[in-house]
T-cell receptor, first 113, second 112 residues
């Protein structure tokens, strides 16, 4: 089955700095890569996603890049703010191949003032 | 639109008791997913339905777990008998395609 590794497990940055979280996956046929943000005690919420036919996608301060050859994708948050503090999960879907959604282990991001 | 609704939000029960978790998806969403989240195992997909039909239940941990979706607006996840290791947050999520998944608020289950 699909294997997703996420790094780092914890990340601490100063307000205004950038944060980068990386995920690698094993199945080269995977074709959809969402990122979820989960605040303490709350539900995971989709913040951005990318499909395998696109290399980069941006939404204001958030961007995701995908390297299909290397089988990794990354979440980039610029100009971090305290409200960005949360756990971020990457996920991988192999649509048409059982539709299994596999989550990474999560990254605890802390934005310090 | 109230979003995905789950009940109860918190459940505390004793080992051996039956537990039923409930989910009402967003109207029009024909995919429904059940997840379990723990510190040790992270987010795990247990089962998902498409148009009320179970498609993949390979994530269901054992026969003590069962899930049903009798109609498009309601699903249940049942654990019988419950065990302390079942303690977790259980999320229901829905979407109008497999890629879209909107999570409910979750049910925090504690089995003593």
């Amino acid at each position: 089955g699909e294997n997703v590794e996420q790094h780092p497990s914890t990340l601490s940055v100063q307000e205004g700095d950038s944060a980068v979280i990386k995920c690698t996956y094993s199945d080269s046929a995977s074709n959809y890569f969402p990122w979820y943000k989960q605040e303490l005690g709350k539900r995971p919420q989709l913040i951005i996603d990318i499909r395998s036919n696109v290399g980069e996608k941006k939404d204001q301060r958030i961007a995701v890049t995908l390297n299909k050859t290397a089988k990794h994708f990354s979440l980039h948050i610029t100009e971090t703010q305290p409200e960005d503090s949360a756990v971020y999960f990457c996920a991988v879907i192999l649509t048409g191949g059982g539709n299994k959604l596999t989550f990474g282990t999560g990254t605890q991001l802390k934005v310090e003032l | 639109d109230a979003g995905v609704i789950q009940s109860p939000r918190h459940e505390v029960t004793e080992m051996g008791q039956e537990v039923t978790l409930r989910c009402k998806p967003i109207s029009g969403h024909d995919y429904l997913f059940w997840y379990r989240q723990t510190m040790m195992r992270g987010l795990e997909l247990l089962i998902y339905f498409n148009n009320n039909v179970p498609i993949d239940d390979s994530g269901m941990p054992e026969d003590r777990f069962s899930a049903k979706m009798p109609n498009a607006s309601f699903s249940t996840l049942k654990i019988q008998p419950s065990e302390p290791r079942d303690s977790a947050v259980y999320f229901c999520a829905g979407g109008s395609s497999y890629n879209e998944q909107f999570f409910g608020p979750g049910t925090r289950l504690t089995v003593l």
